[in-house]
T-cell receptor, first 111, second 107 residues
Framework: DAEITQSPRHKITETGRQVTLACHQT?????MFWYRQDLGHGLRLIHY???????NKGEVSDGYSVSRSNTEDLPLTLESAASSQTSVYFCASSESGGKLFFGSGTQLSVL | GIQVEQSPPDLILQEGANSTLRCNFS?????LQWFHQNPWGQLINLFY???GTKQNGRLSATTVATERYSLLYISSSQTTDSGVYFC?????????FGKGTRLHILP
């Protein structure tokens, strides 16, 4: 069955370190998204991509970057982790104009 | 950008009760989806409903795009319905979520 996989499930890092969260989907979807979820804020869009080599900033993109070198993967990089980036991160994918499917999430703690 | 508001923010019901969750959005959208986040954090797509009415078992949803709102109905609630319900709209070339309705079903 097609799926969307995030790794790691849990990550603890220190302030200032670079961190990369992986997202891999086997749906062959063109669209991929990264969201963060914080209490009181719901799900906020960080970055999104509508195809290979395409990346776009969402509403909370500062301090994050993504790259899309193939259809299946959209890794999220925190260039220099900050305590404010402690959160649960969700990756999602969809076909254009289609249903959105989520991964299981990554719990990131920045100490 | 598009604003998405959900109400009520919190809802506590006895098992067997019915409920209606509302999602208002501020501008025209291409589509609307409802999600359930269970107590373990998983996000499950319930409905893809840009307009009209759909039903799936005890759940149904109605979107009135011209009036910019959608409703999610849950009938005969069960404890497994507990969690947070999100609506999400596609507009301005991106998918934006509301802050959710937290539903707690008491046994």
């Amino acid at each position: 069955d097609a799926e969307i996989t995030q790794s790691p499930r849990h990550k603890i890092t220190e302030t200032g370190r670079q961190v990369t969260l992986a997202c891999h989907q086997t749906w062959n979807h063109n669209n991929m998204f990264w969201y963060r979820q914080d209490l009181g804020h719901g799900l906020r869009l960080i970055h999104y991509s509508y195809g290979v080599q395409d990346t776009n900033k969402g509403e909370v993109s500062d301090g994050y970057s993504v790259s899309r070198s193939n259809t299946e993967d959209l890794p999220l990089t925190l260039e220099s982790a900050a305590s404010s980036q402690t959160s649960v991160y969700f990756c999602a994918s969809s076909e254009s104009g289609g249903k959105l499917f989520f991964g299981s999430g990554t719990q990131l703690s920045v100490l | 950008g598009i604003q998405v508001e959900q109400s009520p923010p919190d809802l506590i019901l006895q098992e067997g009760a019915n409920s209606t969750l509302r999602c208002n959005f501020s501008d025209s959208v291409n589509n609307l989806q409802w999600f359930h986040q269970n107590p373990w954090g998983q996000l499950i797509n319930l409905f893809y409903i840009p307009s009209g009415t759909k039903q799936n078992g005890r759940l149904s949803a109605t979107t009135v795009a011209t009036e910019r709102y959608s409703l999610l109905y849950i009938s005969s609630s069960q404890t497994t319905d507990s969690g947070v319900y999100f609506c999400a709209v596609e507009g301005d070339d991106k998918i934006i979520f509301g802050k959710g309705t937290r539903l707690h079903i008491l046994p």
